[in-house]
């Protein structure tokens, strides 16, 4: 098997607060439809809106029976996802049992919501108010573990954490799993349900969140807009199915795109701000780029990390301006807030699709460009029809953790 034989998205699973499934979210994401609105629960928080997964999120019909008592949030919606996803692929636990399958999985939280219902109830009442479901609930490598377990999936079953990296991360070691032979179909991507007050308040005092003082919640989120000024929390879960190309052909099925090529490298630099010079960000880019025998300035479609903040946009900016110039870019987190350790997988489900239906979508409440996105080919005001061959997905997280996808059409 060659080293860098590109494999094949024969699914899609998403759960954002663009919507529910797949179709849901493309739409959305076309119109530029953005979601950041007030949180009741968010009452107490410093910044009292977030971009979260619709109401109509029903985990014990989506995810599986009893999974709203069983399950983390997190966990449910990557439940959702992957269901939806094997139904995409048509594949059914039937059809995979005894087939080496692979479960990945990225999280910047785990399951932080059961932690702090807990940790409330310890609080209040004491260690006997403590739920014999806490720790099943809680533990960071559940959202792989009961995938594991619902699907039938006999193989390697992981969880990575690289902050917002996490699912970029997640589909990258997917694809090394399917070009060493050790699995045969992966279900790789990455959830977070983290919208809390105590995140919000810890993202605050880093000043990392948008205000959105001069503007309404749904025109917070504005990655590379002169006005942004900071991020969006969102939440949701993006799941991918990855085949190699001869087996997913050979059954039938019909890639949305082919992932080509993985990139990673540490910025070595600062525990939250990226390095200023993009270092990392280009290093991933540049390997990703190589891993699939492209040239970066050969790209015609980037789907930025951009998350809204002032520093954080304006690097990637100049990175793009410098080693892929020419490339269409865009943001969907103007659309869904910025899903955390979600937040690479469901961009690269989205940049598969852009792939596929050859459209890009735009960038939600980008107005007028920041100064160093100013001569990049930024999609705005309306989705593009585009024919789109090869195209990335960046991810960078704190702590400078930074992943690249590389895609090509199938």
């Not at 050979?250 to 540490?266: E, N, V």
């Amino acid at each position: 098997m060659a080293v860098r034989a590109p494999v094949a998205i024969t699914g899609i699973g998403l759960v954002t607060p663009a919507g529910i499934g797949r179709a849901a979210n493309w739409k959305a994401v076309c119109t530029g439809a953005a979601t950041a609105d007030v949180v009741d629960t968010l009452a107490d928080a410093p910044i009292g809106f977030a971009s979260v997964v619709p109401a109509a999120f029903d985990a014990d019909r989506l995810a599986g029976p009893r999974a709203s008592r069983r399950y983390d949030r997190g966990t449910q919606f990557a439940l959702a996802a992957g269901w939806e996803a094997l139904d995409d692929a048509g594949l059914t636990p039937a059809a995979l049992e005894g087939a080496r399958v692979a479960v990945v999985m990225g999280t910047a939280f785990g399951g932080v919501r059961s932690f702090e219902d807990d940790h409330a109830r310890l609080m209040a009442d004491g260690p006997g108010a403590v739920t014999a479901r806490f720790l099943p609930k809680a533990l960071a490598n559940m959202a792989s573990g009961v995938a594991s377990i619902e699907f039938g999936a006999t193989g390697p079953a992981m969880v990575v954490s690289t902050a917002c990296a996490s699912g970029t991360t997640a589909i990258g070691i997917g694809l090394g799993l399917l070009r060493s032979g050790a699995a045969d179909v992966v279900l790789a991507g990455g959830t977070d349900a983290a919208v809390t007050t105590l995140n919000v308040a810890g993202f605050h005092k880093l000043r990392a969140l948008s205000r959105a003082d001069r503007f309404p919640p749904a025109r917070a989120s504005r990655p590379f807009d002169i006005a942004h000024d900071g991020f969006v929390m969102g939440e949701g879960a993006g799941v991918l199915i990855l085949e190699r190309v001869p087996d997913a052909t050979g059954r039938g099925a019909r890639p949305y795109a082919l992932l080509a090529g993985y990139g990673a490298a540490s910025d070595a630099h600062h525990i939250t701000a990226p390095h200023p010079d993009g270092r990392g960000a280009k290093e991933a880019i540049r390997e990703a780029c190589d891993d699939a025998g492209l040239s970066p300035g050969d790209i015609d479609h980037i789907n930025a990390h951009a998350t809204s903040t002032p520093i954080g946009d304006a690097i990637e900016a100049g990175v793009v301006a410098e080693i892929a110039p020419n490339a269409a870019l865009t943001s969907t987190k103007g659309v869904t807030g910025h899903p955390m350790g979600a937040a690479g997988a469901i961009e690269a489900a989205y940049t598969a699709l852009t792939l596929h239906t050859r459209t890009v979508p735009p960038v939600a409440n980008l107005d007028e460009p920041c100064e160093r996105a100013g001569g990049l080919d930024l999609v705005m005001g309306g989705a593009r029809s585009q024919r789109v061959d090869t195209a990335l997905s960046n991810s960078f997280g704190f702590g400078g953790h930074n992943a690249v996808l590389a895609f090509t059409s199938a």
